[in-house]
């Protein structure tokens, strides 16, 4: 269920910027969105309460609240500074900040961008600590910016460049080949072949068949000999997707595979040897499948030498922001449509929908909706039915739907406005409505007093 307090976190932790608010009468730091926490490397935690003069500071020593006060409220008030991070290491940037009252106090919303950043630029892959010590790295197929999904960067940047074999688990949908990719793109073997098999798509004899190869006559319709895809991957990286459904015979050749680096065609007894690195994946628990007596403990023991296990999308529901905006972009390019937005009510949609097809579903979301939508934003009417909320639903608030939009509403002009640097007319452009009917929404959600003149 969601509160204001969770309406509001959405919003603040799936905006494109860093943000850091700073109580002025304490110039201590009362909140930061996630970006701002993987920008300066601290936990919430370690920030809140933080002197500011801590985290950032000016280059020519006036103490950064000198400059909040004086900075003016046109659009040209990006101020350069430098932010401190917690391993000490010193960024050049700039900022934008906007005062608020909030109970009684001024507060101040500061926009934190690295000079060489515009403010549209929006970096859709996972924002990563920059410490090398840790195996990190960034990965631009990999999008989100969620905790969750920075343990899995972490992960990958730990075991790209070896040699081991990487078992990765995972729901359905929630891209698993793509962590493969990204661990074969960042290895030594980059430049090598990258091959894929998807073991549950081919029966038993098959499988070996396209696994190991063929000598011709080997069974019926074996006009000629072919080359397996352990072959073909040679002195590269293969992925073997669903691993769990492989037969027993298969899982024992597999096993010698991975031993001894050889195996022999299916009806041939010259052993061919190759140097391949190998990936599984799988939506299976095969530690439950080993007790059940449906997989191979030996098999499983050489696959999990290192796992990375990908966590479902409604557990990094801060990640669909980013997600939804990628796609959007992806499928307006794909069917020469210019869709700029989703509507309020759209977000507030797929924020209570629970995925149960992980990124995939999302991403298949988004299609249906961009091939169907006619406005410049998507409506909640463009989504799969299943997504659209009722009455009835059981992810429905227990403020119910028109609040629950009313709060939505807030939180993106709240946004909205902080990106604006407070300027009504740049806000109306960016929300595309009449600057004349901007007012009305301002006084509806009590933001009216909390504005700077223009």
């Given at each position: 269920?969601?509160?204001?307090s969770?309406?509001?976190?959405?919003?603040?932790?799936?905006?494109?910027?860093?943000?850091?608010?700073?109580?002025?009468?304490?110039?201590?730091?009362?909140?930061?969105?996630?970006?701002?926490?993987?920008?300066?490397?601290?936990?919430?935690?370690?920030?809140?309460?933080?002197?500011?003069?801590?985290?950032?500071?000016?280059?020519?020593?006036?103490?950064?609240?000198?400059?909040?006060?004086?900075?003016?409220?046109?659009e040209?008030?990006?101020?350069?500074?430098?932010?401190?991070?917690?391993?000490?290491?010193?960024?050049?940037?700039?900022?934008?900040?906007?005062?608020?009252?909030?109970?009684?106090?001024?507060?101040?919303?500061?926009?934190?961008?690295?000079?060489?950043?515009?403010?549209?630029?929006?970096?859709?892959?996972?924002?990563?600590?920059?410490?090398?010590?840790?195996?990190?790295?960034?990965?631009?197929?990999?999008?989100?910016?969620?905790?969750?999904?920075?343990?899995?960067?972490?992960?990958?940047?730990?075991?790209?460049?070896?040699?081991?074999?990487?078992?990765?688990?995972?729901?359905?949908?929630?891209?698993?080949?793509?962590?493969?990719?990204?661990?074969?793109?960042?290895?030594?073997r980059?430049?090598?072949?990258?091959?894929?098999?998807?073991?549950?798509?081919?029966?038993?004899?098959?499988?070996?068949?396209?696994?190991?190869?063929?000598?011709?006559?080997?069974?019926?319709?074996a006009?000629?000999?072919?080359?397996?895809?352990?072959?073909q991957?040679?002195?590269?990286?293969?992925?073997?997707?669903?691993?769990?459904?492989?037969?027993?015979?298969g899982?024992?050749?597999?096993?010698?595979?991975?031993?001894?680096?050889?195996?022999?065609?299916?009806?041939?007894?010259v052993?061919?040897?190759?140097?391949?690195?190998?990936?599984?994946?799988?939506?299976?628990?095969?530690?439950?499948?080993?007790?059940?007596?449906?997989?191979?403990?030996?098999?499983?023991?050489?696959?999990?030498?290192?796992?990375?296990?990908?966590?479902?999308?409604?557990?990094?529901?801060?990640?669909?922001?980013?997600?939804?905006?990628?796609?959007?972009?992806?499928?307006?390019?794909?069917?020469?449509?210019?869709?700029?937005?989703?509507?309020?009510?759209?977000?507030?949609?797929?924020?209570?929908?629970?995925?149960?097809?992980?990124?995939?579903?999302?991403?298949?979301?988004?299609?249906?909706?961009?091939?169907?939508?006619k406005?410049?934003?998507?409506?909640?009417?463009?989504?799969?039915?299943?997504l659209?909320?009722?009455?009835?639903?059981?992810?429905?608030?227990?403020?119910?739907?028109?609040?629950?939009?009313?709060?939505?509403?807030?939180?993106?002009?709240?946004?909205?406005?902080?990106?604006?640097n407070?300027?009504?007319?740049?806000?109306?452009?960016?929300?595309?409505?009449?600057?004349?009917?901007?007012?009305?929404?301002?006084?509806?959600?009590?933001?009216?007093?909390?504005?700077?003149?223009?």
């Open positions: 269920m969601h509160t204001s969770n309406l509001y976190q959405v919003f603040f932790n799936t905006a494109n910027d860093a943000i850091v608010v700073i109580d002025l009468e304490t110039c201590t730091v009362i909140d930061a969105n996630v970006r701002m926490l993987h920008r300066s490397e601290y936990q919430r935690e370690e920030l809140l309460g933080m002197p500011i003069q801590r985290l950032l500071r000016s280059r020519d020593g006036r103490q950064p609240t000198a400059i909040f006060s004086r900075m003016p409220d046109e040209t008030s990006s101020k350069a500074l430098q932010l401190i991070n917690k391993n000490g290491a010193v960024g050049e940037i700039s900022i934008n900040a906007s005062s608020v009252e909030c109970n009684g106090a001024i507060v101040f919303f500061v926009i934190v961008r690295d000079l060489n950043q515009s403010p549209r630029d929006g970096n859709c892959s996972a924002v990563l600590d920059r410490d090398s010590r840790e195996g990190e790295s960034n990965f631009p197929t990999i999008i989100g910016q969620s905790e969750k999904i920075r343990q899995v960067c972490r992960r990958i940047g730990s075991v790209a460049k070896s040699e081991v074999t990487v078992l990765i688990q995972g729901e359905s949908g929630t891209g698993k080949e793509i962590v493969a990719d990204a661990i074969h793109a960042h290895s030594l980059n430049r090598g072949p990258f091959v894929k098999v998807n073991c549950a798509a081919l029966t038993e004899t098959l499988l070996e068949s396209e696994l190991f190869g063929h000598v011709k006559g080997a069974f019926t319709g006009l000629r000999d072919r080359r397996g895809r352990f072959k991957a040679d002195g590269g990286t293969i992925l073997l997707d669903e691993i769990g459904s492989m037969s027993p015979a899982q024992a050749k597999l096993l010698r595979v991975l031993q001894e680096h050889e195996f022999e065609p299916v009806g041939s007894s052993t061919t040897s190759v140097n391949v690195r190998v990936i599984a994946a799988t939506n299976t628990d095969l530690k439950k499948a080993v007790a059940e007596g449906k997989f191979r403990d030996d098999l499983y023991y050489r696959l999990n030498v290192f796992s990375i296990s990908l966590p479902p999308l409604r557990e990094r529901k801060e990640d669909i922001s980013l997600l939804a905006q990628h796609f959007l972009h992806q499928y307006n390019l794909a069917v020469g449509k210019k869709i700029q937005a989703f509507a309020a009510e759209t977000f507030a949609a797929m924020m209570q929908y629970n995925w149960p097809g992980n990124v995939r579903e999302l991403e298949n979301a988004v299609e249906h909706a961009v091939l169907i939508e406005s410049p934003a998507i409506s909640p009417a463009s989504l799969p039915m299943n659209i909320p009722t009455e009835t639903s059981e992810t429905s608030t227990e403020l119910g739907l028109r609040d629950t939009l009313n709060l939505l509403e807030k939180q993106i002009l709240l946004d909205t406005l902080i990106h604006a407070w300027i009504k007319k740049r806000a109306a452009d960016m929300l595309r409505i009449d600057a004349k009917n901007l007012p009305y929404l301002l006084r509806k959600h009590n933001l009216s007093d909390g504005l700077r003149p223009n």
